[in-house]
């Protein structure tokens, strides 16, 4: 398969910080790449949705101007948490679509946040 | 009602044993159907697409009932290495965004 690759694994930080996440897909060209986030036995929740070179679609309840999305090119997006807050402590995966392998989606390990 | 939902369980099972997990759906429309397991603290890897007419992959076994609108994870002969929590994911006609359900814990004991 694919491989997507996040940078970083792990990061705490603390209240008001803003943290970058980079989602990579590192052997193939993804026209589309998708947030999630998932809390403590809860499910995938998608954040929104990035396209290369447009403005992504924020699901509704995510804040645009708090989860700020970049894909700028077509092998990186990247994730910025602004002023972070504990309650955004989560694990944060993204996913990268690839057109050339059917469209099958391929995910990144995920990064978990802590925010003290 | 959720779009996609799944007994979270968890599933406690000895070594060799058959298990079953269901998933339901509330559209109508999906179209494509799949199952991926996650591990704790890891992203979620798909483990096998659902076909209409079934499909086997060694001792998993998925299923699709489109009347009732669900889907089954058969596993067969269990592993200590099957723990995991187990997603289903749906995909609506037209659409190339998936709804994943909460996911199944399985424990798979010696």
Redesign the interface.
């Known amino acids: 398969g694919a491989v997507v690759s996040q940078h970083p694994s792990r990061v705490i930080c603390k209240s008001g910080t803003s943290v970058k996440i980079e989602c990579r897909s590192l052997d193939f060209q993804a026209t589309t790449m998708f947030w999630y986030r998932q809390f403590p036995k809860q499910s995938l929740m998608l954040m929104a949705t990035s396209n290369e070179g447009s403005k992504a679609t924020y699901e509704q309840g995510v804040e645009k101007d708090k989860f700020l999305i970049n894909h700028a090119s077509l092998t990186l997006s990247t994730l910025t948490v602004t002023s972070a807050h504990p309650e955004d402590s989560s694990f944060y995966i993204c996913s990268a679509r690839a057109l050339d392998r059917g469209g099958e989606q391929f995910f990144g390990p995920g990064t978990r946040l802590t925010v003290l | 009602r959720k779009e996609v939902e799944q007994d979270?369980g968890p599933f406690n099972v000895p070594e060799g044993a058959t298990v079953a997990f269901n998933c339901t759906y509330s559209n109508s429309a999906s179209q494509s159907f799949f199952w991926y397991r996650q591990d704790c603290?890891?992203?979620?890897?798909?483990l096998m697409s659902v076909y209409s007419s079934g499909n086997e992959d060694g001792r998993f076994t998925a299923q699709l009932n489109r009347a009732s609108q669900y889907i089954s994870l058969l596993i067969r002969d269990s592993k200590l290495s099957d723990s995991a929590t187990y997603?289903c994911v749906v995909k609506s006609g037209g659409s190339?965004?998936?709804?994943?359900?909460?996911?199944t814990s399985l424990i798979v004991h010696p």
């Open positions: 979270p603290r890891k992203e979620p890897k798909l997603l190339y965004i998936p709804t994943f359900g909460r996911g």
